[in-house]
């Protein structure tokens, strides 16, 4: 990709910020970025509830007990996934705006799949969340079932954990 400067006689090569993502699990110091990751992320994405349904402290409330992995791009988190291990439920996967597309929500839902040893994996993907719903699907997630929560309809999907994702990282 190049990018064409306002001078038609100079052409520089357009270069990303080189992005270096880590996983790890989360430390209680990333609470903080975390809850404000979660609250934006849900702003942004469910355009169709009202923005102030979204509080930084539903992060605490709706993860405890879960095992909360983050990606990092040199110590910045940028993004996490929550499982739910006693059920193999992904129940949180979410990634900044600016990391999306580039492999981040891949890499964590590799990283989320080695805590489901149950066989296969579940979630639930709001309907109305089209990127997330083609997300999964390209990630060989089956649609198992239907239902409705105080967001919307969504399916239930859910992956063998056999398959080849779920041995990535």
């Not at 400067?5 to 910020?17: G, H, I, L, N």
């Not at 270096?20 to 169709?48: M, N």
């Not at 992904?90 to 999306?100: A, T």
């Not at 891949?106 to 990127?131: T, V, Y």
């Amino acid at each position: 990709m190049f990018f064409v400067s306002s001078f038609p006689s100079e052409v520089r090569p357009y270069c990303r910020p080189l992005v270096i993502i880590t996983l790890r699990a989360a430390l209680p110091s990333d609470e903080k970025d975390l809850s404000v990751l979660y609250t934006e992320s849900r702003r942004e994405t469910f355009t169709w509830c009202e923005p102030t349904m979204f509080q930084e402290e539903d992060f605490a409330r709706e993860t405890k007990g879960e095992l909360v992995n983050v990606a990092c791009d040199r110590g910045k988190v940028v993004g996490f996934v929550s499982v739910w291990e006693v059920d193999d439920f992904i129940h949180h996967l979410y990634v900044h705006r600016d990391y999306q597309r580039q492999g981040v929500g891949s890499l964590l839902l590799a990283r989320g799949l080695r805590h489901c040893k149950g066989g296969k994996a579940r979630l639930k993907c709001l309907i109305r969340n089209k990127p997330a719903r083609a997300f999964y699907l390209k990630e060989g997630w089956m649609i198992v079932e239907n239902g409705r929560d105080s967001l919307g309809e969504f399916h239930l999907m859910e992956l063998k954990t056999g398959s080849a994702s779920a041995y990535l990282f």
